[in-house]
């Protein structure tokens, strides 16, 4: 059986080695010249960095279980920072309230200092309101306005859940954008009471541990290691092609997987498949930039968590940073801090618009206002992701089973985090089902 993957990151390199694995003859497409997608690593200085995603949920087996089998078990890494994060409101750094999921509040004392007495009280109703109706059409924002009010939905859940998918939860699907918090409406007429009932079993916090696992893994030497291990396994028995951009779906296959973002799938698609390319064309992307700094100690003081989230409703350019050398073991140095700040949401193309320059001393200034001015750092990393994070509005599902049906007399199947669940296990989880289907 002859296979064309047409993508190198994560979902297509996942699909080709278990194609490669079951001994089909496997040929992958990338367009760029390097493999990984946004799964990959830069210089920030003389240490190479995350450019993209730095962690993935450990409680969804399916990258951690990859990650084993590729012989990585070994460099599953968890973060260290005392203090998950913060929340950044009205001139304050304000703790992550302890007992917080995805921005839900599950012990409303912890809400103090941040929330308003007035807006933890309209929380509070969640624990005896009706039960809110849900339907396809539902999304984050109206969810959750309609159980905790204005003040939570956007000091709390906005940047969490927002923040998670560079996106507005205005336009986010409740059932699809943020599955754990769906699954928790489907418990218990109140939110709070369904996401109590699941605490033990994924941590009471962003980035806490659970009673018997962390939330989050990251991998010894970042999480390009993975990417490396894949293509190490696969450069023996694959054709692999590196600088190949195609222009349309290649021929002479018994099968062609398509694992690159839909707007690309959907431009690749026009002549041959245009009744899939049309519905393609209807999931929308975000767009994000990134700064990463080097700051040497003594120009400010160390941050105890893993970041700061910042609430659309503060106005910033600057939506979150991460604080590496505080996050993880592996980044820490006698010298400097390495602090990662994040900008761009869904609708939000002000940094799109910035050169590199004006975009770091935009997103310097913010990170000013938020902590502490960084002084000048000793250097400077700038990741643009263009139409890179797709959007899981309202009706999604629907429209993914309206793609699959448009293909399923075809050769194509799609794969990727435009489709059936966004973060790296479910990734790996769609790209590995999609191989076992294909091979029959």
């Not at 927002?162 to 754990?180: P, V």
């Not at 939110?191 to 941590?203: D, I, P, T």
């Not at 700064?291 to 600057?318: C, F, H, N, W, Y």
């Not at 400077?380 to 309202?394: K, L, M, S």
């Amino acid at each position: 059986m002859r296979v064309a993957v047409i993508g190198g990151g994560i979902a297509g390199l996942t699909a080709a080695y278990d194609l490669a694995n079951a001994g089909a003859d496997v040929t992958v497409f990338e367009a760029s010249d390097r493999w990984g997608g946004k799964i990959f690593s830069s210089p920030v200085g003389e240490r190479r960095v995350d450019a993209g995603p730095d962690n993935f949920l450990a409680r969804v087996p399916d990258a951690t279980a990859l990650c084993k089998e590729l012989g990585l078990g070994s460099r599953l890494t968890v973060p260290v920072a005392p203090v998950p994060a913060y929340i950044y409101r009205s001139g304050a750094l304000h703790r992550l309230p302890e007992g917080t999921m995805l921005g839900v509040p599950t012990d409303f004392s912890a809400l103090k200092g941040l929330i308003s007495e007035t807006g933890i009280e309209r929380a509070e109703l969640d624990l005896s309101l009706p039960a809110t109706p849900i339907s396809s059409a539902t999304s984050v924002d109206d969810y959750c306005r309609a159980r905790l009010g204005d003040e939570v939905t956007d000091v709390l859940v906005d940047p969490l859940v927002g923040g998670i998918n560079a996106s507005s939860i205005k336009h986010l699907s409740f059932e699809h954008g943020a599955a754990q918090l769906f699954a928790a409406a489907q418990r218990s007429p109140s939110l709070v009471e369904g996401l109590r009932a699941a605490r033990s079993k994924v941590g009471a916090t962003l980035g806490s541990a659970g009673k018997n696992e962390p939330v989050f893994y990251g991998l010894e030497g970042g999480m390009a290691t993975l990417i490396e291990a894949l293509v190490d396994h696969l450069e023996p028995r694959s054709d692999l092609r590196l600088g190949s951009p195609l222009v349309e779906l290649p021929p002479g296959f018994d099968s062609v997987i398509v694992a690159t973002e839909a707007h690309a799938a959907a431009r690749l698609m026009e002549r041959q498949q245009p009744e899939a390319s049309e519905l393609l064309h209807q999931i929308h992307h975000a767009s994000v930039a990134q700064v990463t700094m080097e700051i040497p100690k003594g120009q400010i003081e160390p941050l105890d968590a893993s970041g700061i989230l910042v609430p659309r409703t503060e106005g910033m350019l600057m939506t979150a940073c991460t604080w590496f050398s505080t996050k993880w073991a592996q980044y820490a140095s006698p010298d400097h801090f390495l602090v990662r700040i994040t900008s761009g949401r869904f609708h939000d193309q002000r940094a799109a618009l910035l050169g590199d320059t004006e975009l770091i001393n935009q997103l310097t200034r913010d990170f000013a206002t938020v902590y502490a001015d960084p002084g000048e750092p000793h250097s400077v990393r700038v990741v643009r992701w263009p139409n890179a994070f797709p959007q899981y509005q309202p009706g999604h599902a629907a429209l993914v089973d309206e793609i699959d049906e448009a293909l399923s007399e075809s050769n194509v199947k799609v794969i990727g985090n435009s489709y059936r669940g966004i973060g790296i296990p479910a990734t790996i989880k769609l790209a590995r089902q999609t191989a076992a289907a294909v091979l029959g």
